[in-house]
């Protein structure tokens, strides 16, 4: 069974139906990446998934659990915030803008939801916290707070920290589309490195070339319904609804002549 | 501008225009602004040092009186002290509810500042004393906290001043410290309000997003960035606070510092010395506030660019987060 | 122009004597004196009229009526003084510690305020004798907590903040309560005399005490819910507060009150205060 | 949570799962909560009702006394107004000071600020009742747009109120006014540096290179933004402006609500009535600021989604303006 | 002589030398496209032009008037607020984060600087505004407030706001960047069209399609110099300098696989 198991997932804000019944499933180890022009519901998605937004109708399941909602003899219970929050330490969200704590520096960033949420030893902590940054390039930048870094390098923080609480499932939304073009590269980087390391991926993003190195399935939304979803070089490489042809021609205009 | 036309060319052919060193532009208003300001200062320490009426040899005896001095640390500057705890904290949790989805709890927040915030202080510390007196057991129950506080301050009290007998520290200030309080919270809910709401929505969903509680994301990231924007007023309010424990006398508590200047100057007759040596010592506590909120807003600025970042490179502005 | 709100109270009230407006002299056989007037000072003088600071929440003596208009023994003497010298007097209510600074200070020529007289105030101005208020206790109808003056050691009083019974008084009786070993008396100082009435009135406090006009005519305001506790003692003299300065001024004051003492307007506007059992005849400077 | 691993499956199967009707959590801290606040709501209310000490239809006739409402009125609405009025004109301007390059205008603000703060607007006021007769022209002078408020103010007290004596109202009221407000633009000198330093500075970037003045861009652009931060704040100040007001009889002035009421509680000793007659008349002019202040943050809020957008669609985080 | 003439610009903050020492020449009715990495100085040098920073050495002219200062007798005379701000009146420009004023409606933003600056008529100043906002394609958003535009939008509002003042020079600073990938078009076809329509404009960016096609002359920077300069075609098409070639490389390759 997927990791990530959403069936007929609706939700509305006020008398906007924003997603309109959207089935996904996720496989461990896979990498989804999610196009589709603004306002077709992605975000709302994502969110969803981590119970941000509590959704309307249908199911998501993550990890074989029913977020934010517990299901006995036949009715469905609405699980408290701690429960809530419990489930969502399984489950890593990288943001556009980044939403790195500006009064922390990047180290205490990343070692705040483990000391505070998982209470792991602060020395620890900071261990593991030295070895992601590490990863992600920035050891010599521990100390900074976040308004001294690049948008880059914050958003390279920014998945530290998400990874220091070991989660099953990232959703990254729309990591780079903040980012000066020059800067992007070092970000997806740090991504396709953790597609590589097998890490379950759903990935918002305008970027195409990451979706078709990265992604196992691509799949294009619009106006809240899935309209297309299978293998980059398909939905990519060989559109066939018109909405995503309309949609991939509007962004290749502005680069063909590069 | 037509001289500027004429002298680019000749200058453009004679060489490149090397470091500007221009004649700065004069403000002559801004002058003539300084020199009012220094005429009326200069007026003002005339006045201090020449008229009479300041008397400053009686007013350094009268700030030197031992009442005096125990006034200003017990009543002035613990009451301050401890009412601002109760009022911030008060105030904090006011917002809190405020904010909440509740209806019920929101409108009881509504209701409390709505209240408090019109009741004079003089007025609320008049009727808290007439009821310390109606229910005096009552109250202790109320607020054990509070007498836990009192309690270790009547020890204090008792080992460093003894002019004030424990039973009217213990009724009075307790009153007086609740009163007191009770208003400031009023106050302080709207402060905390405003500034729980300028923190961006993506600080409490990022932390939400780590599995942080509801309690865990107002402690550890909205509030600590919102003092950036609470400090300030509440600077205000504390020296406000301040200066507002001479309303204690109508709990009635009068070891504080104005009554115990104004009863010097009842038995010499000099209000006016009794004036000056009151804003002195007000003086002396608004500057040290001054310098504590200095530093609380740096320590609550950190990260925030408010100082010369320390690291290599300035943030982008398109690239600050959520800040 | 009558505007909205009413200018009267139903209930009590109606035993407050009224007098005129502040400004005018009151009526009575005083007339003018050239004599004195010509030991106005200068600015009195030219501006026709004395500027006298009041603490107007000092019932009987002086206080306000209708919101704006200063009444009380003290305003009817005084203007009865100046009628003497031929002039009108402005009266300013102030709060009471401000005067004193206020008359050095020129704000007011005159201060006018159940001020006693005593060795500190001499120092700083010129203090007129006028009349003789002592310490006055009192308690409820009918005593019902048995407090006697001498015997208060755990009784719970009222006695307004700052006042030489609380600042004096009090003090050698609290003293004497410890020393024979008896509980000491429950202060309950208020920043206001009326607030320290309330207290009686309403059965917070035992008992009270205070300058004896003011208690004699709480009594009487409260219709009959009070009642004397024992006499007047420590009685000593009211003075006008006058600049050191205008020491000559203060010298033709004792002369007018010696006139109006003669005419017999002294004697009834005390009786209308109810308040003849503080007249005096040695109208001095700085007794 | 293992059940739900099971129940998984066999609900897949079972056909694809419609609406969400899930129990919602329950709250028993919360209903606790509420059950104090009802019990502390009806304790009051019984007090209210019972408690003779209110001796309600005594305080509906004390309010209803012409003094009274006409030191409402004027004592207290109209000095607040009018002190508010210079302490707001004057803390932008004080704020502007603070913000300049120039650093003695920077620092000349920061003592006013620092020096005004400190002082008891009680002790200020006394000492403003007696400058105002020591030199009386050297006041009018040094401020002579407030003179022509109360001169405007003088003529409407004539038509209106003749309750006062024009002298009285020049000397006194003047004097209360200057020294209140005065007071007042200390406090208001922080919050409306906080406010300004508020609005993102690109917007007053943008306004120059509109090619607009520094006073235009000062007024157009920064002040309307900075108003959000403001207004609230400054709605607690007027608040205890409000009240405050009871200050006056330091300068002295006596026409004004509190003096008044005080001065009916000597006459019948009846404190607490008076007290409770205060608060019914702070309370009703503390409702009408906060509709005023409601209405105002509405105003200064416009275009900030502070409420529902009506355009069709809402603003991307990323693409909001410099807001 | 040209409509920006610019010799030995230099700038520092602090003891950081941002600009040493530009030179640019922009004729009337020439595009000039400013490139560079992150840092280079294009913001700075764009804000030294409008006296939005005050330039430590060199000279500006715009229009044949020197920016900023009075030459009088071979002495440098500081012009007061007032006459820089006249000065700033013939410059345009477009910020990267738009700066729409937010509390005023898109047509109160543009009437805004010719009714408090050139006390033009409301009426005359209206039907200008709604002619501009027709010509961005926003007529029917007149009355909308920033907030509820998108940054596409915004921006067109922007490139409006700075018409309105009928500039004889617009400057624009990364005008797309902050923009989602589909909106950045339709900003890019207005700064198109005035390009047609023949008006002086620097712009700084990222758009290499627009670079090529619209630049008379692109101007490659880097360190606070000009590395390169020339046809967008030498340029981006064949850069000389190795500076200029790893610049266009790192940002061709995130674009590669579209
Ligand atoms: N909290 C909210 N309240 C009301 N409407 C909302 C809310 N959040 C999103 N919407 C609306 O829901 C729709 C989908 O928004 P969403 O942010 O999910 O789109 P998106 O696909 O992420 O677009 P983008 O590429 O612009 O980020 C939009 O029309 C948006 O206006
Ligand atoms: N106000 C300032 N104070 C101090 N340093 C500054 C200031 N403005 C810019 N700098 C510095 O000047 C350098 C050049 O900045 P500038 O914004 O001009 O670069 P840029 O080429 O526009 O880069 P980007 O593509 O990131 O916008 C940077 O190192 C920056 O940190
Ligand atoms: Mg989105
Ligand atoms: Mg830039």
Known sequence: MPLVHAVNVTKSFHHNEVLKGIDLDVERGQVVCLLGPSGSGKTTFLRCINQLESIDGGRIWVDDKLMGYDERNGKLYRLKNKEIAAQRREIGMVFQRFNLFPHMTALENIIEAPLQVRREAKKAARERAMKLLDRVGLADRCDAYPAQLSGGQQQRVAIARALAMQPKLMLFDEPTSALDPELVGEVLAVMRELALEGMTMIVVTHEMSFAREVADTVVFMDAGVVVESGPPKDVIGNPQHPRTQAFLARLRSEHEHL | MTSDAQSRPQDAVAGRPGRIDAVPVRHPGRWVAIGVIAVLVGMLVHLLVTNKAFDWSFVFQAMNQQPVISGFLKGTLLVTALSMVVGVGGGVLLAVMRLSDNPILSGVSWVFTWFFRSIPRYILLFSMGTLGILFPQGLSFGVPFDWKLMEWFG????????????NQVFTGLVAGVIGLGL???????????????????GQAEAAQALGMSSGKVMRRVVLPQAMRVIVPPTGNETIAMLKDTSLLVAVPVIGELFYQ?????????????????????YL?????????????ERHFGR??????PRGPRAARPAGAGGA | AAGCGSNSLENGGSSSPSSGPSSAPSSGPASADAELAAALPAKIKAAGKIVVGTDATYRPNEFLQGGKTVVGMDVDLFNAVAQKFGVTVEWQPATFNTIITGVQGGKYDVGVSSFTINAERKKQVNMV?????????????????????????????SVQTGTTQQLDDLPIRQKKCKDAGQPPIKELPRDKQDQATADLVSGKSDAMLADSPVVL???????????????????????????KADTQFAQAVTKALQELNADGTYKSILQKWNNDSGAITDYAVNP
Chains 1, 5 share one sequence.
């Open chain 3, 129 to 157: 004798s006028y009349f003789s208020a002592g310490t006055l206790w009192a308690t409820a109808k009918g005593n019902p907590k048995g407090v006697k003056a001498d015997q208060a050691c755990g009784k719970t009083v």
């Open chain 2, 284 to 296: 002396a506590a608004t500057s040290v506030l001054m310098i504590g909120q200095y530093f609380l």
């Open chain 3, 217 to 243: 005519d709480a009594i009487k305001q409260t219709n009959g819910q009070l009642e004397q506790l024992g006499e007047i003692y420590d009685a000593a003299p009211y003075g006008y507060v006058i600049p």
């Open chain 2, 183 to 201: 208003s400031e919270a009023a106050y302080m809910a709207e402060i905390a309000r405003a500034g729980m709401l300028s923190v961006d929505k």
């Open chain 2, 303 to 308: 990260g925030f660019g408010t100082k010369a």
């Open chain 2, 261 to 281: 200047l104004q009863s010097i100057g009842t038995t010499y007759y000099k209000t006016f010395p009794i004036a000056v040596a009151a804003t002195l010592y």
């Open chain 2, 155 to 166: 020890l204090s009290g008792d080992l460093r001043f003894l002019n004030l007998d424990a």
